[in-house]
């Protein structure tokens, strides 16, 4: 395969640059749906941030860059430190936050709530996603959904009974770049053929345990009180079995869920192979390096797909490549990634250049690619370029698409049927490492 496909060429030309407003406009307009309950009075939507760690500040800055959201509440149960940092942000930004430590206080005092992200430790969703839907307010809820599906089954069934909202947060989902992928390329211009197989990989560099300012340590009985054992366990939550589902849960989870997009289908079965190889097991009781694959059997054949997280080496980072008997596309999160390969025998893609669905590859290119290197190996296709440039924050689309839907312009992206399905996939390759076998799914297993 093409060198710079796999180490994300990252070239811009101008001109897809001009051409990008026009065309992520053009991918988008047609998923607005109408229909949900609209509001009474206002644009506006009062929001509570429910987990001000990492990732709910990565949320709460998204917002802060889109109209009429505003923040009425902060809870977090490490007061002296997130919980301030938080709402001294929202503060400066003119948010009259109320700061709590206990989510049912918050709910029990609030009364003006339209919606709440939840961003815990995944063992917590479940109770705070029930507690919120039951309270009558939307939710956004960050991936894993949950880390039992015992508890992700409660999710939905309360998401159904309270008619609320529940996006999961697979923000891949709204990204403008996946969506012209998926309505443009695969489904509408059916691109790569018949899609054979997927490889996927999260792979990253060895990375500390995370610490924390000392004099800012959570006292023991409060970390107690919320299931941690210790501030260590209390930071490095995604490690420990029974709070995460370790990194093919955390990074994984993502990924797979575009598999089963692109796809349009749940896998039949999965096998892995796993373990704790690099870290120590008593602080990394999940396994540090996973390889999976799962199969597909799907109206046009079937689909085989590889995916990797490996915690010891950031090789080629992370990505999504579906191949076909007519083409490869290389998606990743990662701005500067992406890319479609015409395998040389399959139907020229000048009508989808002219249609704007892809950017032709530069004279260049078209040359390089006709040196013959090595008579044994298959000359990379040159790379045609994807026409829609993303540079906003990448949750920021789907956080857009959670509050408009709470308006009733839209309907949710990735919803708890969705998120459920994907957790489904996601926690069976955990299974399989264990049962150190392949695994096949009762399509049943999928449904709630
Ligand atoms: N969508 C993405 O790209 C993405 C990226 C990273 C993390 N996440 C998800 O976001 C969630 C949080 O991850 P993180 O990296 O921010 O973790 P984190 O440990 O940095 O933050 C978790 C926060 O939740 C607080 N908390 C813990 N238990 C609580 C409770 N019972 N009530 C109130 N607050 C509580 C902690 O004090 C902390 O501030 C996880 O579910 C993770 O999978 C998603």
Redesign the pocket.
Known sequence: MKKEMLSGKIKRRDFIKTAAAATTAGVLAPYVHRGHAQLNNSDELRIAL?????????LMNACLKIKDIRFAAV????EA???RRATRILQKYGHDVTPY???RDMLAREKNLDGVL?????F??A??TVGCLESGLHVY????MSNTLEQARRMVKTARKTGKLLQI???RRSNPRYLHCYHKLIKEAQILGKLTSINGQWNRSVQPD?GWPRKYA?PPAVLRR???QSMHQ??N??WFKGL?GGPI??LG??QIDIFNWFVQGLPHAVMASGGTDYYDKATHEWYDTVMAIYEYKTPAGAIRAYYQTLTTNSSEGYFENFLGDEGTLHIS?SAGRGGMYREPSSPSWEKWVEMGYLVAPEPADLTASTAVLDVRETIAPPEHELPVVFNDP??KPHLQNFFNSIRGLETLNCDHDHGYETAVAVLKVNDAVQAGRRLVFDPKEFKV
């Open positions: 429910l987990g001000a760690g990492s990732q709910g500040q990565v809870c977090d149960i490490w430190y997130n919980q430590l206990d989510y939840i961003a815990t430790p995944d917590w969703h109770d705070h809820c960050e991936k894993e947060g697979h923000q995370l959570i919320y299931g941690f209390f930071r939550w995604r995460g849960v955390d989870s993502h999160e990448y949750h």
